[in-house]
């Protein structure tokens, strides 16, 4: 089992630009969410799914869009990158009814 | 606004030194608290969770201790080793969803041999 796959590993993007961060799990896990790691703040929660269909927001969602058509996926859209974007993103999976939130290797995201 | 505050923000230990972080929350409707752990370049991995109704719990070298009453909670690191060098977050969830985790601003250890 690969786990949890986030793709790419880095970005650069100019303010303005647009992109979609990937992420998928191959463990079947109904719950993923989308965290932002800035330094001295943690993780924060930006948006998350309760399963195929079902998003909501978490603390920090704005300018970003997410979508979940698939158990396997959660894409993470930047509409318009904006340099308070720059940040590590991470994605996570957890089972339902399970605490324990398996996180991927990060995307490290840099917006210019 | 965090929810939770950690401190410290960073810390040295000795081998075989014991390490100590403290988180502290206000909102009581939380009902999880788990630890995470986190290398360089790598996503954070669950270390240790406990649920308020134990004050205690142990895995190896690791330890919670709850205190309800105060609403905190802490991470002891016993014969810290140089491998336990990594940062770490304490969580808090609400019983109402355990999937929604907000964390702690994160304390880096660094274990010198």
């Known amino acids: 089992n690969a786990g949890v796959t986030q793709t790419p590993k880095f970005q650069v993007l100019k303010t303005g630009q647009s992109m979609t961060l990937q992420c998928a799990q191959d463990m079947n896990h109904e719950y993923m969410s989308w965290y932002r790691q800035d330094p001295g703040m943690g993780l924060r929660l930006i948006h998350y799914s309760v399963g195929a269909g079902i998003t909501d927001q978490g603390e920090v969602p704005n300018g970003y869009n997410v979508s979940r058509s698939t158990t396997e996926d959660f894409p993470l859209r930047l509409l318009s990158a904006a340099p308070s974007q720059t940040s590590v993103y991470f994605c996570?999976?957890?089972?339902?009814?399970?605490?324990?939130?398996?996180f991927g290797a990060g995307t490290r995201l840099s917006v210019l | 606004q965090q929810q939770v505050k950690q401190s410290p923000q960073s810390l040295i230990v000795q081998k075989g030194g014991i390490s100590i972080i403290n988180c502290a929350y206000e909102n009581t409707a939380f009902d999880y608290f788990p630890w995470y752990q986190q290398f360089p370049g790598k996503g954070p991995a669950l270390l240790i969770a406990i649920r308020p109704d134990v004050s205690e719990k142990k895995e190896g070298r690791f330890t919670i201790s709850f205190n309800k009453s105060a609403k905190q909670f802490s991470l002891h690191i016993m014969d810290s080793q140089p491998g336990d060098s990594a940062t770490y977050f304490c969580?808090?969830?609400?019983?109402?969803?355990?999937?929604?985790?907000?964390f702690g601003a994160g304390t880096t250890v660094t274990v010198r041999a």
């Open positions: 996570a999976s957890s089972r339902t009814g399970k605490n324990i939130q398996y």
């Open positions: 969580a808090v969830s609400p019983k109402s969803n355990d999937y929604k985790l907000s």
